[in-house]
């Protein structure tokens, strides 16, 4: 097979070791290089000293992110490939072969580069997703709570939608400090529970022991630290994400998609749509997209896939988002949704239209354009004739003789 490019180096990184293998026509160097700064600095010297123009390594864990750090922004080109893509064949594995299996691969141009974004950007994504880490624990801890009030008897939940909001939060200290007087506690009430007091008096009677007093007491200052913190984070992205402006407008403007929502697109997929192809590609990217199996001329059932977890969990709540808006504001998303999850089920359902609200995002960002809903009637009105024969059918079944024909204007 003739070789396409000439230099090539494999790298096989592990927690403490990296094994390079530098591979040309007539020569196969290899060497390991711990994993310390000093020591990847070195690494990238030697690579420069033989000339290397590419330079491959498997996306192992979290242990590629820091060589391809400090290898980045030299002479040679660097690629992160996918580890399922170049597993080599079982029963001759070590260190160095697969090093050099790398650098084969590489050297034929067999690789395919994994999408790597900029540095400014992998910043920004982490500190997304560090948010969303903390958001989610906020909502595990908000649980806890809930689960040591049921064991006091205290019945909050039931009245308050939110048992950590403002108000609950206020009695909750109370509680914690001591005070029994369920009246008192009742006045705190703000906003829409003003009008539920007699209820919050009921719901503050139970029996809160001295140990759950403490738990309670720990876990809102937990709580108020998380709040603390996520706001800290979120004025560190909101800074960093000026620059996305526009884009973000543009996103909001989906239903179903938040400010929050929107900063977690723009984080994993950034503003340059170029990179993909084609709104297909980009799909198969995130994999929110139904996989291909198909074998002797039958499609067999096949999953989306392992993509990227914080995109499609983002693209997953704001079809449920738009869903749910459907309800009061009608609209493509939530009657897709409704559709589908007639007979497909309700995570089916998610998955199709946060492939879709992933397709519109993809058209907006690649060409400016701003969000035009295509309404919840848009279905129908391309398939007029199918759906009013299931419609006929449908009553005949029931016993109904039907006859139709179209209205006059």
């Known amino acids: 097979m003739k070789a396409v490019n000439e230099v090539c180096c494999g790298l096989d990184v592990h927690k403490k070791t990296v094994v390079a293998c530098v591979l040309t026509s007539r020569t196969r160097e290899t060497r390991t290089f711990g994993t310390m700064t000093h020591e990847l600095l070195e690494l990238a010297d030697w690579l420069e000293d033989v000339k290397v123009t590419h330079v491959a390594m498997e996306s192992t864990g979290i242990y590629w992110a820091p060589v391809f750090n400090l290898l980045e922004g030299h002479s040679y080109q660097l690629m992160v490939v996918n580890a399922r893509h170049v597993k ?4 001759r594995k070590t260190d160095v072969k697969d090093a050099e299996w790398l650098a084969e691969l590489l050297r034929h141009g067999l690789l395919k580069p994994s999408f790597i974004p900029d ?3 992998r910043e920004l994504r982490e500190l997304v997703r560090y948010r969303r880490t903390l958001i989610q624990e906020r909502a595990r801890l908000t649980t806890r709570v809930q689960k040591l009030l049921e064991g006091a008897n205290i019945k909050l939940g039931d009245v308050a939608s939110n048992v950590m909001g403002m108000s609950a ?7 914690a400090a001591g005070n029994r007087d369920t009246t008192a506690m009742s006045e705190l009430a703000l906003s829409s529970l003003k009008a539920k007091k007699p209820q919050l008096k009921q719901a503050l009677t139970g029996s809160v022991g001295p140990h759950q007093e403490f738990l309670l007491q720990s876990q809102i200052r937990l709580f108020e630290h998380i709040e603390a913190e996520i706001e800290a984070v979120s004025a ?3 800074e960093r994400m000026r ?16 400010r929050r929502g929107a900063e977690q697109i723009l984080a994993e997929t950034g503003v340059n749509m170029s990179r993909f192809p084609s709104p297909e590609a980009f799909a198969s990217w995130a994999r929110v997209c139904p996989g291909n199996n198909q074998s002797g001329g039958k499609r067999h059932n096949a999953s989306t896939g392992q993509g990227n977890p ?5 693209l997953i709540e704001a079809a449920l988002g738009a869903a749910r808006a459907g309800r009061t504001r009608p609209n493509f998303f939530s009657a897709r949704y409704s559709r589908l999850a007639a007979h497909r089920g309700s995570r089916k359902a998610a998955m199709a239209v946060a492939h879709s609200i992933l397709i519109a995002v993809y058209h907006m960002l690649r060409d400016g354009t701003y969000f035009k809903d295509l309404g ?6 391309h398939h007029r004739e199918a759906v009013a024969r299931r419609s006929v059918e449908r009553l005949r079944r029931l016993g109904y003789a039907v006859t139709i024909a179209e209205a006059t204007a």
């Open 88 to 91: 080599a064949v079982p029963g």
């Open 119 to 121: 540095r400014p950007q």
């Open 169 to 175: 939060r206020a009695m909750l200290k109370e509680l």
């Open 236 to 238: 560190e992205v909101e």
């Open 243 to 258: 620059p996305f402006e526009p884009a973000l407008a543009l996103i909001d403007e989906i239903p179903g998609i938040g």
């Open 310 to 314: 914080w995109l499609r969990s983002a």
């Open 376 to 381: 919840p009637g848009h279905w129908d009105d």
